[in-house]
Structure formats: structure tokens, C-alpha cells
């Protein structure tokens, strides 16, 4: 199941556009909200930020868990990993910066025991379609 997002086209800044995504979480990771900018330059490079407030600390869900991990996929490929959540646990709060080449994604994130791990195998807490800004 997709979660809706509220969706807001920003004007172009500075020969970028930006496309914006406000999502709220998923159980186990209930109350979590993430805002998703993804920008692209009129090169065509583009830079995805995230950035996820009110997130319980993993091992608060189960004792086993210790990340979050970020994944993408694209045109019906399997998922590949965009990074770990740098989370801080006194906040709890988690930021991702990562670079995209697809002008469609489905931004996955996943709670995980192992950092390394190269494939989703735990609790998806947040999931969401994201489509580039025109280059």
C-alpha cells in the first residue's frame, strides 16, 4: 500500500527545480513524518534529501533492530540501497542525502538488524512514489 503524500511543485530557484513530499510513517514506526526534496539542476543531475522527525529508536521496536535503511526502485527492478539514516536517537530524527537518475522512484524505508544488508528484509515503515522535478 502507497501512502498518499501532500504534493507541492516549488518554482524554480537558481536553474533548479525541486518537487516536495510530506509522508507520515507506517507502523512499527507509528507518529513518524517525513519531508522527501528531491531536486534537479538543468544538467539533469539530481539530489534527494530526507529528512524524517519523531522516529523511535529501533531497538525500542525490537531489541534485534539497529537501522534504518533507505532503498529506491525503479521500472520494476529490484530494490537497491540508497544509504542508512544517519539517525540520532535523542532527537529522533534521521537524514538522508543521496543522488537519483530516475525520473520516477519508489523510496522505500526499512527497519534492519544489519546495516550491510543488500536487500530489504524488515518492517517497511515508509513508502512512497516520488517523481523527479523536469530538468
Known sequence: ML???????????????QQKYDVDTRPPATAGH??????ADKTGNGQLSMELEHLPPPQQIDPSLQYYVVWATADGRDPYKLGVLDYDAKDRTGKLDATFSDDRL??????EKDATVSAPLGARVLEQVVIAPRR
Open 3 to 17: 501512502l498518499t503524500a501532500a504534493f507541492m511543485l516549488a518554482p524554480a530557484i537558481g536553474g533548479c527545480s
Open 34 to 39: 517525513a519531508e522527501i526534496v528531491l531536486t
Open 106 to 111: 519508489t523510496l522505500i524505508v526499512t527497519l
